[in-house]
């Protein structure tokens, strides 16, 4: 029998290749991720009351198949990852320092991150690319200092209405993931966790349809397919995120290359992210 395997999933007359392929397909099964970027919202003591709703709710209605990941503004990260100790929901940061210590002033390090107990660091998102001109070459650096140091790495990847206008999304898209991440090793790419977010739909009200994400998903998994192989791309997680919310996030989760969400504005609110977690 396979550990965790659903009940009555199996079939008795099954015979043994069908058996092994069942098996490897659960193996390879990719992780569902839904993520709540909560940028720069919530002072420490809502941030915190915010967190302990959360958890007891996945404590007492943990998530099917799928992870919850908390991403916090800095400040709240020590107390949050108190309050999630050993629960049902992980946690992460929302960017890091492109230098690993020294004289940085006002940075926060990857490793610093990680010693609060964190998991996750989000690391490209276009806010941080448009406010703060973070560029390919320097969000590399960032993944790579943040891998080094044990976190599992967001990477937001994502074009802009005017080149998806231009036709050009699917170019700008694989540069992004050419330059910023494809210097990776395999083994360092299990760490990865891409999120797709155009950036004309973040916290514009405006969504891709359903078909535009699974063309772009699609079209990076299969960009990962030939820099990494078949086994690294089926395994890769891939998240939507751009006004995702309750009404829509279900028919976007359906599509095949579409493994979850980053989701902003409607993580929070207690209810509209936990209706997104279930409708993954
Ligand atoms: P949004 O933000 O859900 O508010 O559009 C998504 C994000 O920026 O990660």
């Known amino acids: 029998m396979v550990v965790g395997e659903p009940a009555g999933k199996r079939k008795s007359n099954w015979n043994d290749y069908q058996t092994i392929k069942y098996i490897l397909k659960q193996y390879y099964m990719r992780k569902k991720i839904v993520a709540g970027n909560w940028k720069m919202n919530m002072n420490l003591e809502e941030g915190l009351k915010f967190a302990k709703s959360i958890e007891q709710y996945f404590s007492e209605k943990p998530p099917a198949g799928s992870e919850v990941i908390l991403c916090t503004p800095f400040i709240h990260l020590q107390g949050v990852s108190e309050i999630l100790k050993p629960g049902k929901v992980a946690l992460g940061a929302q960017n890091c320092a492109s230098e690993s210590s020294g004289a940085f002033t006002g940075e926060v390090s990857a490793a610093m991150i990680k010693s609060t107990g964190a998991q996750y660091v989000i690391i490209g998102h276009s806010e941080r690319r448009t406010y703060y001109h973070e560029d390919d070459r320097l969000l590399n650096k960032k993944t790579v200092l943040a891998i080094n140091s044990g976190l599992n790495v967001i990477f937001c990847c994502g074009e802009i209405k005017e080149e ?3 036709g050009k999304h699917l170019i700008v898209v694989k540069r992004q993931l050419e330059d910023g991440l494809f210097t990776l090793s395999s083994e360092e790419m299990k760490k990865i966790v891409i999120a797709y977010e155009p950036v004309w739909a973040i ?25 990494y192989g078949k086994e690294c791309a089926e395994q890769i997680t891939i998240l939507y995120g751009g006004s995702c919310k309750p009404s829509n996030a279900a028919e976007i989760f359906s599509k095949p290359d579409v493994d979850g969400g980053l989701i902003g504005g409607a993580s929070l609110k207690k209810e509209d992210f936990i209706a997104i977690v279930e409708a993954l």
């Open 164 to 166: 998806r206008e231009a």
């Open 203 to 227: 916290g514009t009200g405006l969504t891709a349809t359903p078909d535009q994400a699974q063309e772009m998903h699609h079209y990076i998994r299969g960009l990962v397919r030939e820099k």
